[in-house]
């Protein structure tokens, strides 16, 4: 079996995939930094022994190689993948393709695995896909589908990654309000048009900014493609945020006469992008 380990600045995520049945975890694992010890008791109850692990890590070489000694007490070597210029059926944009969170990129290779949510509509053209992840940061990434050939299934949609925003996430804008200020609280409140008390304005001040970030990619998508995209939501800090995003993508597209569409959650694109990386590198590795 291989481990899947997507290590994010707040927390790192834990999970695996058998390249012989394709068989996922069941529950995926979490840990803040400082609980990295209980990673190793979790690898004590996997089911099956880990071979090898693969990984994305975007929160420095200190956490990186506190997860590979841990690991290698099991035998098991870690493998770090990073942005490329092209990985399965995705092309990134970028202009270092290297430099690209590789969190970010791993979760659009995730979210370019599934079935294209549209396709049912053989005739038309599938919308572009944004993935929101509002995590330490808040990342807000855009696939465009390139059309090739007979796409009816995923295998055969190719996509190109565009580009994509990276703000601070609700909770680091909130600490920063909080640190920065000399009369702004830690805001812990509901969110609403018009905050009638501090903690409210926060609240809803942060989660304003994080739906009009969500809103500009949607409407950009719109304008460039010609197509209304279908959006996406991962990470932690979703529930400060999904009640305004809902609420103003969802006007919008009463407002420009558009279908309303609901926000697919994704619980762990980037370990499903892993695991589908994971199975193509063991299938090369069979054939070799
Ligand atoms: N138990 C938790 N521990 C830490 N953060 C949590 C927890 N539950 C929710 N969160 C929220 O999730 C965010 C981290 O989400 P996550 O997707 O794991 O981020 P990252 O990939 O940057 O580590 C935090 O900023 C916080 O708002
Ligand atoms: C944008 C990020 C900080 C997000 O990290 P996260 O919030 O998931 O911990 C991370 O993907 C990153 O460090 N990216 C490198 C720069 C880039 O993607 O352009």
Redesign the pocket.
């Known amino acids: 079996m291989i481990i899947l380990i997507?290590a994010?600045?707040?927390?790192i995520?834990a999970g695996w995939v058998n390249p012989d049945t394709c068989e996922r975890e069941l529950t995926v694992v979490?840990f803040?930094h400082a609980d990295l010890d209980q990673l190793a008791h979790w690898v004590g109850t996997l089911p099956l022994p880990p071979t090898s692990a693969l990984g994305v890590n975007v929160a420095g070489p200190t956490v990186a190689a506190a997860i590979e000694k841990i690991l290698s007490k099991h035998n098991c070597s870690t493998e770090w993948v990073t942005g490329e210029p092209q990985t399965l059926n995705v092309t990134n944009a970028y202009a270092n393709p290297e430099l690209l969170g590789s969190?970010r990129w791993l979760a659009l290779l995730g979210l370019a695995q599934r079935p294209h949510p549209k396709l049912e509509h053989a005739d038309t053209t599938p919308c572009p896909l944004i993935l929101a992840?509002?995590?330490?940061?808040t990342t807000i990434d855009t696939l465009v589908v390139k059309k090739a050939g007979d796409e009816t299934q995923a295998d055969n949609l190719h996509y190109q990654f565009p580009g994509g925003l990276i703000l601070p996430?609700?909770?680091?804008m909130r600490t920063a309000l909080a640190e920065n200020t000399a009369h702004l609280p830690d805001a812990n409140s509901n969110t609403t048009i018009y905050p009638t008390h501090t903690h409210q304005s926060i609240a809803s001040g942060i989660a304003a900014a994080q739906a009009g970030a969500v809103l500009r990619q949607w409407l950009a998508a719109l304008e460039y493609y010609g197509l209304a995209p279908q959006v996406f939501a991962?990470?932690?800090?979703w529930p400060?945020v999904k009640e305004e995003v809902i609420r103003l993508l969802h006007f919008t597209q009463g407002r420009l006469d558009l279908p309303t569409t609901p926000i697919e959650w994704l619980p762990t694109p980037a370990l499903d992008g892993l695991a589908a990386l994971a199975l193509q590198l063991q299938q090369s590795k069979n054939l070799n």
């Open positions: 997507d994010g600045n707040t927390r995520k979490a803040q969190d992840g509002f995590g330490t940061a996430g609700p909770a680091l991962t990470g932690g800090g400060l």
